[in-house]
């Protein structure tokens, strides 16, 4: 892959890992690490459910001050000051969160009231803040989303009627604890969409415009990892080597794309969602083959990597052969993984498509796409391909 004599960039990834089967088990220790006290543990009501917090909260003892589960799968604004004012009260200097995105998300939102005062609506743009907020520290149970090391927060404001985007480089996550017992429950469907999330951050991560050496090198070994590992898990769901590769993979395409961002793939995700409440990964398994194959004349070199990264760039391939290869392998799969091969299959509908391709337009992924787009028919007509 080749870079122009005049690239630049910032790269940004300060996250400390702790890896490993029973890992989530250190907590107290990483947590006092981090010169917390006092943490309140932020989870939903799935993960206690499934058992997940018991050990945790045996572990942090009389240090744990408040739990707070009440999160939605779309978390909102008055999620997150409600768990802040709670948090207040009981006095806490540290935040735990142990769950996936929306729990993530809302934990990285209650350390900013923490440390800042006031309600979510008083933090309106990105990169507003000024100090390092209080400690957060993250034991992910799904392996997808990449938050634990992201500085973006995406949180539903039903007044506005859209979601709010922070990003804070002085939010991130200081920890992540990642134990593969933590997402060994899964079911197959979650793990499949969840882990296609993953492999669209690493893909859109490469072809981004924003791409650089550090961002490539993440994604292309996430692609390994997923490509390896994630049918694995889809098998057999208790393999803790394969569910902890595919976490390391998560969180690499994680600081991939929260680098060099996201594309067309996204745009297109997040507007069907909207409109037609697909859920994320699903709606990125869904679309990812076909944006490829929309974009391949403009970043043939990005694919070429992607098919190295599946082991099927063969030898005497061009940059281009390459690409196509990376485009069928990823058609394959997501069968492989047994996922929904088309949108009408999580029933979206001819007409949710076409409000789908105008939204998607206006979505700020869509600027780092390597081929530009024109207008909403474009959007369109990929759309109508995986219908
Ligand atoms: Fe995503």
């Not at 794309?257 to 069907?272: C, E, K, R, Y």
């Not at 699903?282 to 679309?287: E, F, P, V």
């Not at 929309?294 to 190295?308: K, R």
């Amino acid at each position: 892959m080749g870079y122009d004599s005049d690239l630049s960039f910032n790269y940004f990834g300060p996250t400390k890992i702790i890896f490993g089967v029973d890992s989530s088990k250190d907590v107290e220790i990483e947590m006092s690490s981090l010169g917390g006290t006092k943490a309140i543990v932020v989870t939903d009501k799935g993960i206690i459910d499934a058992g997940l917090l018991e050990h945790i909260k045996a572990a942090l003892g009389n240090k744990c001050v408040g739990i707070y589960s009440d999160i939605p799968q779309d978390t909102g604004v008055e999620v997150v000051d409600a768990g802040a004012e709670y948090a207040r009260k009981q006095g806490a200097d540290i935040v735990i969160s142990v769950g996936g995105g929306s729990v993530i998300d809302t934990a990285k939102c209650m350390c900013i009231l923490l440390t800042e005062g006031g309600k979510l609506r008083d933090f309106n743009g990105i990169q507003l803040l000024t100090r390092p907020q209080i400690p957060h520290l993250v034991i992910p149970t799904t392996a997808g989303t990449g938050s634990e090391v992201t500085t973006a927060a995406v949180i539903m404001d039903k007044e506005m009627g859209q979601k709010r985007l922070l990003v804070e480089n002085h939010n991130v996550p200081r920890l992540a604890i990642l134990d593969p017992k933590m997402t060994a429950k899964l079911p197959k469907l979650l793990t499949a969409g969840t882990g296609m999330d993953a492999m669209t951050h690493a893909v859109e991560a490469l072809h981004s415009i924003q791409h650089e050496p550090i961002t490539d090198g993440l994604a292309v070994h996430a692609i390994r990892l997923l490509a390896r590992h994630l049918p694995t898990c889809i098998e057999n769901g208790s393999d803790l080597v394969a569910r902890g590769q595919v976490q390391i993979a998560a969180t690499l395409a994680g600081w991939a794309f929260g680098n060099a961002l996201v594309g067309i793939v996204h745009a297109m995700a997040h507007s069907i969602g909207a409109i037609a409440h697909v859920p994320h990964g699903l709606a990125n398994g869904i679309l990812l083959a076909e944006c490829m194959q929309f974009n391949i004349e403009s970043c043939p070199e990005s694919y070429a990597l992607v098919a190295e990264a599946f082991g099927v760039r063969e030898r005497g391939m061009d940059d281009m052969a390459a690409a196509e290869a990376a485009v069928e392998s990823m058609r394959a799969f997501t069968k492989t993984i047994q996922l929904p091969q088309r949108l009408s299959e999580v029933n979206v509908k001819e007409a949710d498509i076409e409000k789908a391709a105008e939204l998607a337009l206006g979505d700020g992924s869509i600027v780092n796409n390597p081929r530009f787009i024109l207008d909403s028919s474009e959007v369109l007509g990929i759309f109508k391909n995986v219908l």
